[in-house]
């Protein structure tokens, strides 16, 4: 047990995002480290490595990124920002259509991916603009972690809360979608009531250039993508929807898989498969079962426990990162006779909490370093909005989940 504890820390040390004076080891490096530190140390064998890594979330989240990128490489996302230039809207609206753009979009093609994407479009549209740039980042980053919460591709640790829940997405979509709905709606009034100041200024109009004509390319992609959104509702294993849908992308894109496979994030790819040993030394090891004894009365019924839960899941997945929380905190989850309501509520306020603090989520990190030079958004600048932001979209959701378990919907 030692052992794995020791293990465990190194690894989050490594993966915390600062790199350390003479050990230059960055987050796939260290949580590959972590992995065979586990496996050497014997507190895992060989042979459980392949049993631990979760590959139903590996596959989901391989054929994400494969549809993803083809729809970048059909240009979607400068299409969608083009066309949001060509409405000439003021900054209030302009503003809006970020908040509930994004956050619909990142419900379905993972929140950190469209900031990833978004975030670039974004800063041109803040500078041949003239746009406030502070309201519209913070937006962009909370609105996508906001809007990850209505579905289980909206973000990695729905993916995996979605592969071991045995919950339908469809279900999960339709509860989880008026919590969504009204946080994204609160994310906005909270925006303009800080700064309302800021999105009153005037806002230049630009000039567009000819418009890009609509390439097969597109079409092909938004007719699988739309395909495999389908097919979320309509069978259970959403990773071989995914994997499926990238498969036929592949088959009929005429485009060279090479080329795209090498743009796809396989550190991210790695970094969640050790992450799901170094995880599951603990788990073996006993670790997880001994920390988790001293908590399990949270997640005994009740709405005091079950509103506890919640602040306990926020703050944890602030502390030890979301997707670690999300893995640790599910083996309890899954010994319960019944626990829909708390699978509802960890793939809730894991979400959510990623809006308390710029480390809270990868979003967030995505969004206010590419901003850096334009727009230097420091901690406290992020925390003034993240807090409120939290802290509203944890009341709503909370009493929406415990209204749904009192009607016997979970």
Known sequence: MIKAIIIFIITYILISGKRLNRIKIGRQAGVLLGTVLMVISRVIKPEQVYQLVNWDTILLLLGMMIIIEHLAEAEFFT???????????????????????????????????????????????????????????????????????????????????GNLSGISYGKFFILMLPIGILGLIANYLILLRMYNKDMSIDVKNIELGEKPKAKPLLKRSLFVTFLVIIGFFIFKNIAWVAISGATLLFVISNRNETTLLKKLDWNLLLFFSGLFVVIGGLQVSGVTTAILSKTSSFLEDGFLNFFSFGILSILGSNLFANVPYVLVVAESIQKLADPTLMWFTLA??????????????????????????????????????????????FIIGMLFLWGYHLIGWI
């Open 348 to 393: 809730f306020t894991s979400t959510i909490a990623g809006n308390l603090t710029i480390l809270g989520a990868i979003a967030n990190v995505i969004v206010v370093e590419r901003a850096r030079g334009i727009c230097n958004i420091s901690f406290w600048d992020f925390f003034k909005f993240g807090l409120p932001c939290t802290l509203i979209n």
């Open 79 to 161: 299409l969608v920002a083009r066309w949001v230039h060509s409405k000439n809207l003021s900054s209030k609206k302009l503003l809006a259509l970020l908040v509930f753009g994004t956050g619909i979009l990142a419900a379905f093609l993972v929140n950190d991916i469209v900031c990833i994407f978004f975030t670039p479009l974004l800063l041109i549209m803040i500078k041949e603009r003239n746009l406030p740039p502070l309201p519209f980042l913070l937006g962009l980053a909370t609105s996508t972690n906001i809007g990850g919460v209505i579905a289980f591709t909206g973000n990695p640790q729905n993916m995996i809360i």
